[in-house]
């Protein structure tokens, strides 16, 4: 396996999924994404098939219902790292939180680049294609902390 490949679960909006590897720099060519599987085969998946693609730090137990274990789909309280916190209602009306950068990537680009809510799970990052995706909502910027930032009254 290339060093550019990243252990990925593919989640389908049909429900079933699908584990391999892709590379987070290209990963939609063609108007689907390449997923190199476990057994070696290269495939072109539809980005009308996918819901959501998790980007983990293991595939732990493949056998599981869930194998990318994503451990909550909500934050619990307000991020800490600068960008805009969303919620995303699927077309299945499955929902789920994440953290996008704020910049031009949110427009430009066939899906979004999430942070998921919670860091500890086995999901690293998230990439979900915008035709999965009913409705999205901003929940709230978060800043970036001003380097100089300094209370009134210190």
């Known amino acids: ?46 980005l009308g098939e996918i819901k959501v ?12 219902a869930a194998p990318e274990k994503l451990a909550r789909k909500t934050f619990a309280g307000r991020p800490r790292v600068a960008g805009l916190m969303v919620r995303i209602t699927f077309k299945d009306s499955d929902t789920l939180e994440g953290l996008a950068d704020n910049n031009r990537t949110l427009l430009d680009n066939e ?5 998921p809510p919670d860091l500890r799970s086995n999901v690293q990052r998230l990439y979900v294609p915008r035709l999965a995706i009913a409705e999205m909502e901003v929940l709230s910027v978060i800043h970036p902390p001003s380097a100089g930032f300094r209370r009134m009254d210190d």
């Open 53 to 64: 693609v998790s980007f983990v730090r293991d595939f732990g137990q493949l056998g599981d």
């Open 1 to 46: 396996m290339a060093s550019n490949q990243k252990p990925v679960i593919v989640r389908r909006l049909s429900g079933d999924w699908l584990s391999g590897y892709a590379n987070p720099r290209r990963l939609v060519s063609d108007g689907g994404l390449e997923l190199l599987d476990q057994s070696g085969k290269v495939m072109n998946l539809p």
């Open 111 to 115: 899906g979004l680049l999430l942070t």
